[in-house]
């Protein structure tokens, strides 16, 4: 089974940027599409970014198109999101998982087969 954990996570003003990482173990990271999510408390799960396997597909939900970038180092079975100009409402718990399929629609990502996540890692973004 695929092993994720999720890295990078910190308080930041508004504005600021952040890189999260997130390692791969046991099973080889090209195997699998990779989606960030995120959770604020209160609020539904929701998709941030997927990237393919081999890193030429990706998408965004629009809230953060223009502003994050996933991108993959599969040598290193490794996923980035890197996030710049970050918004109050970018704080959250923020996961990253396993992807069967994934798409856009009204600006939101949907992802199905999501069978192996991390435990998460914590953004705040705070004056």
């Known amino acids: 089974q695929l092993t994720l954990v999720e890295s990078g996570g910190g308080v930041v003003e508004p504005g600021g940027s952040l890189t999260l990482s997130c390692a791969a173990s046991k099973v080889t990271l090209d195997y699998y599409d990779m989606g960030w999510f995120r959770q604020a408390p209160g609020k539904e799960r929701e998709g941030v970014s997927c990237?393919?396997?081999?890193?030429?597909?990706?998408n965004y939900a629009d809230s953060v198109k223009g502003r994050f970038t996933i991108s993959r180092d599969n040598a290193k079975n490794m996923v980035y999101l890197q996030m710049n100009d970050l918004k109050p409402e970018d704080a959250g718990v923020y996961y990253c998982?396993?992807?069967?399929?994934?798409?856009?629609?009204?600006?939101?990502?949907?992802?199905?087969?999501?069978?192996?996540w991390g435990k998460g890692t914590l953004v705040t973004v705070a004056s």
């Open positions: 998982a396993s992807v069967s399929a994934w798409t856009v629609v009204a600006g939101e990502i949907k992802a199905y087969g999501m069978n192996h």
């Open positions: 990237i393919s396997k081999s890193g030429d597909g990706t």
